[in-house]
């Protein structure tokens, strides 16, 4: 008697021995649902604790609210200020994903270029890598000096700060091919296109992703502190400038909310991504694959 092998796909063993197009998926044992959820609710509790303590500790010593709020004044901050802080975080949330919009295409085009010839990749990524070293709070008010319009500028701090991780990383994939796929591939009359679309694109793809999960982070924190620099108010103004009013005028309750609003932001980028990334790989890369072991 024969037993087949198995692994699991999407926390789902399924059969290995028999072909992808005829395999089902078995359901998911009560053990791998409790695994599942215990996954959700241990980050959701160690969160409702780390409120709880400081609720209890605001109030037990009395902590007046100027120097450190409790949860419930920073919730009611977000309430009665979400007519600010709601516009303020949808233009940073614009800018950020622009500029990681920009660095995607960016980066993949000028990877996928520097990958085709060393010569381009000698003339251009040493200057990449001195764009990247340099720290955006030291170039940006250059920029803004330079660039007339305060958003444009902000949008290229957050551009050059995302840029960086997208085109090393993916031109890290694209020269990682196995060259006696390469090899191969130049063997039976491959050209050029044929070589990268089928091969080495495919082989730079988790490297991407990688970058992409990086960049969407740093370009959220390099649009903040932008605007940060440029000083951005009025209309246009985003939650950096937001937070910089709250200082000055000490509504601390109100700088937390803000600071909760950029935490819960960068949050859901980098889930986005991840998400993103998952979707594009469950089914084939070995990092992504699940398995009983």
């Known amino acids: 008697m024969t037993f087949a092998n198995t692994e699991e796909r999407d926390g789902v063993p399924v059969d290995t021995d028999v072909p992808a197009d005829v395999r089902l998926p078995r359901p998911a044992t009560p053990q791998q649902w409790s695994v599942r959820i215990a996954r959700i609710l241990i ?83 040493p200057y990449a890598v001195i764009l990247q070293v340099t720290p955006v709070i030291a170039i940006a ?20 700060v995302a840029f960086f991780p997208i085109l090393s990383n993916t031109m890290q994939g694209l020269k990682s091919t196995d060259h006696n796929l390469l090899n191969l591939f130049e063997l039976y009359g491959a050209s050029r296109w044929q070589t990268l679309r089928y091969l080495q694109l495919p082989n730079a793809l988790p490297y991407f992703l990688a970058g992409l999960r990086i960049a969407g982070g740093l370009a959220l924190i390099a649009a903040v502190v932008a605007e ?8 246009g103004s985003g939650l950096a400038f937001r937070l910089l009013e709250s200082q000055y005028r000490l509504n601390i309750p109100r700088l937390f909310g803000a600071l909760a609003l950029l935490s819960l932001t960068g949050i859901l980028i980098f889930f986005a991504t991840s998400l993103i990334s998952h979707l594009l790989l469950r089914k084939w890369h070995e990092s992504a694959v699940r398995r009983e072991n």
């Open 43 to 125: 980050p959701v509790v160690m969160l409702i604790l780390l409120v709880l303590v400081w609720q209890l500790y605001v109030t037990a010593y009395e902590v007046k609210h100027y120097i450190l709020p409790s949860p419930v004044r920073v919730a009611g901050a977000l309430v009665e200020g979400w007519n600010v802080l709601g516009p303020a975080l949808l233009n940073t949330l614009e800018l950020t994903f622009a500029a990681l919009v920009i660095a995607l295409l960016g980066g993949v085009a000028l990877a996928i270029l520097m990958a085709q010839s060393r010569w381009i990749e000698a003339g251009l990524y």
């Open 141 to 160: 008010p250059l920029i803004i000096i330079y660039v007339p319009n305060t958003q444009i500028a902000v949008l290229t701090c957050a551009w050059i």
């Open 228 to 235: 940060f620099v440029a000083g951005t108010a009025g209309a």
